[in-house]
């Protein structure tokens, strides 16, 4: 039977790296959107040489990534690419007319904290155009805009843990986030760290208490309960390929809060939020967009335990949605749900 239902043609750059092929595999099977231009740094390679993983599953060309030439044959871009570089390329294909989906920080902050973080900016004009694409809470602001900026993984995870408490948290002490995350969160390229020799068997704290997850994690805090908070933020690299968790630890203004009660009711109609009666592990949501939440109080002490797949919903699932979002899609369109277990 001839399946009569337009698709919108979208562009991968930086397939190269494992975000991108976590978007590659999600838009090959994805009902209404149709992978029209494949890039990366060098082009001249095809995708199952790029990703062996892909053979007999998927074979396109993969070219030298050009704004001009992405403009001439897809409506929204996917952006996974380092800072600084995505930025060039979001300004000229917005100028083009393609909605983009940036995974880079380069719009996720204001321009202050991204420069103090990153390095100067060179987009400024687009910067207050951008939406933080987290749909639980900027959903209708997505639906509307050209310009998502994708959160980063340890922000998601952290955010949607630590936002519904925010009218709850006494702000006059620090708030603790012991972060940990699989090695595929440290990008493609191996380093000291990220070398088998270091990591396998280990577990260490990296950029602590400096990490620019820190002012992310700080920065829409504030803008969404216009509290400043103290946020402490240390990331530690796990032996493990993928998968996160978030350990945040904060002092609550009154005794007797019921955190599950609190949770199930800010989240009673989000379909990728899991709240659980018991501690939480990675597992269990790693292969999906699922953001898995478990919250326990003794006395005035909160403890939160949130759980994601650092480059699914840490990355390119959350892009897809989003992306669902920007184009009138149902916002769960071709977005996996079942877990890499066991």
């Not at 991968?12 to 231009?37: C, M, N, Q, W």
């Not at 390679?45 to 053979?55: A, F, Q, V, W």
């Not at 959903?139 to 925010?166: D, E, H, M, W």
């Amino acid at each position: 039977m001839k399946n009569d239902v337009t698709k919108t043609p979208v562009a991968v750059i930086g397939a190269s790296g494992y975000t991108g092929l976590e978007l590659l595999k999600l838009l090959i099977t994805h009902p209404r959107f149709d992978i029209a231009y494949i890039g990366n740094t060098k082009g001249g390679i095809r995708t199952e040489e790029l990703h062996p993983s892909l053979k007999s599953v998927f074979s396109g060309d993969v070219l030298k990534s050009d704004a001009n030439e992405i403009a001439k044959v897809a409506k929204v871009a996917f952006l996974a690419l380092p800072h600084k570089t995505s930025m060039s390329f979001a300004k000229k294909l917005l100028k083009l007319g393609v909605k983009v989906v940036d995974l880079s920080a380069d719009y996720r902050l204001e321009l202050d904290t991204y420069e103090k973080y990153y390095c100067e900016h060179e987009d400024r004009e687009n910067i207050p155009n951008s939406v933080y694409g987290l749909p639980e809470f900027y959903r209708q602001k997505i639906k509307n805009t050209s310009l998502v900026a994708n959160p980063g993984c340890y922000p998601t995870a952290t955010l949607l843990g630590i936002l519904p408490f925010c009218d709850f948290i006494d702000e006059r002490y620090p708030i603790f986030i012991d972060a940990k995350s699989g090695v595929s969160g440290a990008g493609k390229k191996c380093s000291e760290k990220t070398h088998f020799v270091s990591i396998d068997e280990n577990i260490f704290a990296y950029n602590p208490l400096m990490h620019r997850h820190e002012p992310e994690i700080k920065e829409k805090m504030k803008q969404f309960s216009g509290k400043d908070f103290d946020v402490n933020f240390v990331p530690h690299l796990l032996p493990i390929i993928r998968g996160e968790m978030i350990d945040s630890y904060m002092l609550v203004k009154e005794e007797g809060l019921n955190p599950l009660e609190i949770l199930r009711e800010f989240y009673k109609n989000e379909p990728n939020i899991r709240i659980y009666e018991y501690p939480i592990d990675m597992k269990s949501s790693s292969g999906t967009n699922f953001c898995d939440i478990f919250a326990k109080v003794v006395g005035k002490k909160l403890y939160i335990n949130s759980a994601i797949d650092n480059i699914l919903r840490g990355s390119s699932s959350q892009a897809v949605a989003n992306a669902n979002i920007m184009c009138g899609f149902e916002e769960n369109l071709g977005i996996p749900i079942i877990a890499y277990v066991p």
